[in-house]
């Protein structure tokens, strides 16, 4: 049979058909196939998830594959269609849940290799940018400290580009003066001030720049250009604050020898005064009189008084007091005791008298000093608290000593402040201890006590009570100084300032009952027995924190002191030991019910740990994984 062209263009059509209805079923087989074989892979994956993060994350990346083969290859079958359209799941997942999975776990699984990488996924869980920007500089600061810092400079540049992308002005500042400070502590000067230089908030500005010069770059840079940079930024800052800045760099160029570039410095860049803030003003330009004036800068330090009598007369007798005394401190009494006869207002007369008989009385010239608290009538305050100031600094003549103790105390009942009624007696009971009067101390103490009731202002009562106490101890009464802790004001932020301080001062004279009584004296009982810790570890004692340790209560608290123990551990012990710690925070930090406290619990011990170089062992990557498992993924 002879088959022409016509025969073959209308037998092609019917070819086609049977073709393309023998191909379809065939293209639906191997949708199907493709989708059980990925249902398999998450189930198994699902079985993994719990103990093998990384097996997981295989085969949900498998079942992504057979997936999007089947959307990409059969995009006719119906499986692909109703899987784009999210008409179907994937065993327990849709599409979208699969696709979260994979990037997830393969993350979860990186996480588990190393405490450094476990500290970047908990860190990456939080969501806050500036609290994460924070952990990323703690985390930072604790690899500073340690030798083998390999990972610094990664978090710094995360810290810097999450700020240069955010979009939050208050946010971007924030973070721009934490990265400046950070770099400050680590004296890495050019990257402080090019993150101070992004800073637009002029108080953060202030602060960056104080932080700078605290930690010391005006001593540490000596090219002049280098400093005409630094003081570029003067001027962003409002008046007051330009003061302040210009103050802290001329005592930072003193005590560096460089009085001349001091002096340069106020000359040249001190700003007008600020009418809207007079009274702050004239503040910082007494700061900076007496700082002129502690470094014999005589002359430019009365320019600095006129200054502050141009703004407000009335507030010159301060700097011109402070002036006064450093003349008498500097052999210049004759100059000295002329301002003192300009003075309008007897106060300044009898307290510029006062500071300067204890100024002399520091050079040795006690009869010179007794001359001029003569001048002094008897009810003034500061005449007795300058004859019990000189009675303490001639202590080594007992003789003389004790004369002084007799006037000076006569005239504390007439003493109109408590507060200075306590203090005057605890000056008193410093020389009997060290006399050795021991039972004359502990008189003096009591009547510091007596006054303390009536002590108003949370702060000032509380600082009196830590001076009380380490009287107390000093004395060797314990037990006396736990009686007065009693009285604290502990809600008050003034406490938590002064503990690490009253911890440190009990210690280092063996006082560890004390330290421990005092942390359980609060509320807040777990947060001061970690503290407690910190300073002992501070302080390079390590036998205490490993018994405080574990008694804290609070399984947050507990988690937190082992991970700083076991740092310490690694350093003054043996590996074992700070090891075992390691696996104790990891176990104690799973017993955390609340979820936050959990993941920031996560977060220190874990920088910690990996500052520490402890290293993620098979016993602390399951338990690391436990403590993940816990999390939302």
């Known amino acids: 049979?002879?088959?022409?062209?016509?025969?073959?263009?209308?037998?092609?059509?019917?070819?086609?058909?049977?073709?393309?209805?023998c191909g379809k079923p065939d293209a639906e087989r191997e949708a199907n196939r493709l989708f059980v074989e990925a249902y398999q892979h998450i189930d198994a994956a699902g079985k993994l998830e719990g103990h093998d993060p990384a097996e997981a994350h295989i085969h949900y990346r498998l079942a992504l594959e057979k997936i999007e083969q089947i959307i990409n290859n059969y995009s006719d079958s119906q499986i692909a269609v109703d899987v784009a359209q999210h008409r179907t799941r994937i065993g327990d997942l849709t599409i979208g849940d699969l696709r979260r999975k994979v990037p997830s776990y393969a993350a979860r699984a990186e996480a588990l290799e190393s405490f450094h990488k476990l500290t970047l996924y908990a860190i990456g869980m939080e969501d806050n940018v500036l609290d994460k920007g924070l952990f990323e500089l703690d985390y930072a600061g604790l690899l500073t400290r340690n030798p083998?810092?390999?990972?610094?400079?990664?978090?710094?540049?995360?810290?810097?580009?999450?700020?240069?992308?955010?979009?939050?002005?208050?946010?971007?500042?924030?973070l721009y003066f934490e990265l400046s400070v950070h770099f400050s502590e680590i004296a890495r000067w050019p990257?402080?001030?090019?993150?101070?230089?992004?800073?637009?908030?002029?108080?953060?500005?202030?602060?960056?720049?104080?932080?700078?010069?605290?930690?010391?770059?005006?001593?540490d840079e000596l090219d002049p250009r280098?400093?005409?940079?630094?003081?570029?930024?003067?001027?962003?800052?409002?008046?007051?604050?330009?003061?302040r800045i210009i103050e802290l760099i001329c005592k930072e160029l003193f005590t560096s020898g460089r009085g001349a570039q001091a002096v340069a410095l106020v000359r040249e860049r001190l700003p007008s005064p600020d009418d809207d803030h007079?009274?702050?003003?004239?503040?910082?330009?007494?700061?900076?009189?007496?700082?002129?004036?502690?470094?014999?800068?005589?002359?430019?330090?009365?320019?600095?008084?006129?200054?502050?009598?141009?703004?407000?007369?009335?507030?010159?007798?301060?700097?011109?007091?402070?002036?006064?005394?450093?003349?008498?401190?500097?052999?210049?009494?004759?100059?000295?005791?002329?301002?003192?006869?300009?003075?309008?207002?007897?106060?300044?007369?009898?307290?510029?008298?006062?500071?300067?008989?204890?100024?002399?009385?520091?050079?040795?010239s006690i009869d010179h000093a007794l001359n001029l608290l003569g001048q002094i009538p008897d009810n003034v305050s500061e005449k007795t608290e300058s004859l019990?100031?000189?009675?303490?600094?001639?202590?080594?003549?007992?003789?003389?000593?004790?004369?002084?103790?007799?006037?000076?105390?006569?005239?504390?009942?007439?003493?109109?402040?408590?507060?200075?009624?306590?203090?005057?007696?605890?000056?008193?009971?410093?020389?009997?201890?060290?006399?050795?009067?021991?039972?004359?101390?502990?008189?003096?103490?009591?009547?510091?006590?007596?006054?303390?009731?009536?002590?108003?202002?949370?702060?000032?009562?509380?600082?009196?009570?830590?001076?009380?106490?380490?009287?107390?101890?000093?004395?060797?009464r314990p037990d006396r100084a736990l009686d007065i802790a009693a009285w604290f004001?502990?809600?008050?932020?003034?406490?938590?300032?002064?503990?690490?301080?009253?911890?440190?001062?009990?210690?280092?004279?063996?006082?560890?009952?004390?330290?421990?009584?005092?942390?359980?004296?609060?509320?807040?009982?777990?947060?001061?027995?970690?503290?407690?810790?910190?300073?002992y570890l501070d302080n390079g004692m390590i036998s205490q924190p490993s018994e405080l340790a574990y008694d804290i209560r609070n399984y947050y608290?507990?988690?937190?002191?082992?991970?700083?123990?076991?740092?310490?551990?690694?350093i003054k012990v043996n590996n074992a030991a700070a090891e075992k710690a390691a696996t104790d925070a990891l176990l104690t930090m799973q017993r955390i019910r609340d979820i936050d406290e959990r993941q920031q619990a996560l977060i220190r011990v874990s920088a910690l740990l990996s500052a520490g170089n402890i290293t993620m062992n098979e016993e602390r990557r399951a338990l690391a994984l436990d403590v993940l498992n816990s999390f939302e993924i």
Not at 191 to 215: C, G, M, T
């Open 191 to 219: 990257r402080s001030l090019k993150n101070a230089d992004r800073i637009q908030n002029p108080e953060l500005l202030y602060e960056s720049l104080k932080q700078i010069v605290l930690f010391g770059y005006i001593t």
């Open 278 to 364: 007079a009274l702050e003003h004239i503040e910082m330009l007494t700061d900076l009189s007496n700082t002129l004036a502690d470094h014999g800068e005589f002359v430019l330090s009365r320019q600095i008084v006129r200054q502050i009598g141009n703004i407000d007369s009335n507030y010159t007798d301060f700097a011109l007091r402070y002036l006064a005394v450093q003349l008498g401190l500097h052999d210049k009494m004759d100059e000295a005791l002329k301002i003192v006869e300009g003075f309008n207002r007897d106060y300044f007369e009898h307290t510029t008298l006062a500071a300067l008989a204890v100024r002399q009385a520091k050079r040795d």
């Open 1 to 21: 049979m002879i088959i022409n062209r016509r025969h073959i263009f209308l037998i092609l059509p019917l070819l086609l058909g049977v073709l393309f209805q």
């Open 226 to 243: 280098a400093l005409e940079q630094f003081y570029s930024y003067i001027p962003y800052l409002n008046p007051v604050d330009q003061v």
């Open 388 to 476: 019990l100031e000189i009675a303490w600094i001639v202590s080594d003549n007992e003789a003389l000593a004790d004369s002084l103790i007799l006037l000076g105390s006569a005239g504390i009942g007439g003493m109109t402040s408590s507060l200075q009624r306590s203090y005057a007696y605890l000056r008193i009971a410093d020389i009997q201890i060290r006399h050795d009067k021991r039972s004359l101390a502990a008189q003096a103490i009591e009547n510091a006590e007596s006054d303390a009731h009536d002590v108003a202002g949370a702060e000032a009562h509380n600082q009196l009570i830590a001076e009380i106490i380490e009287r107390w101890i000093s004395l060797g």
């Open 148 to 174: 083998r810092d390999l990972h610094h400079d990664e978090l710094v540049r995360m810290v810097e580009s999450r700020a240069d992308r955010h979009w939050d002005r208050e946010v971007t500042d924030r």
């Open 489 to 535: 004001q502990m809600s008050d932020p003034s406490f938590n300032s002064l503990v690490s301080e009253l911890y440190a001062f009990a210690i280092a004279r063996g006082y560890h009952d004390f330290a421990r009584s005092l942390a359980g004296m609060s509320d807040r009982r777990p947060y001061y027995q970690f503290i407690l810790i910190e300073t």
């Open 557 to 570: 608290w507990r988690t937190r002191a082992l991970g700083r123990l076991s740092t310490d551990l690694k």
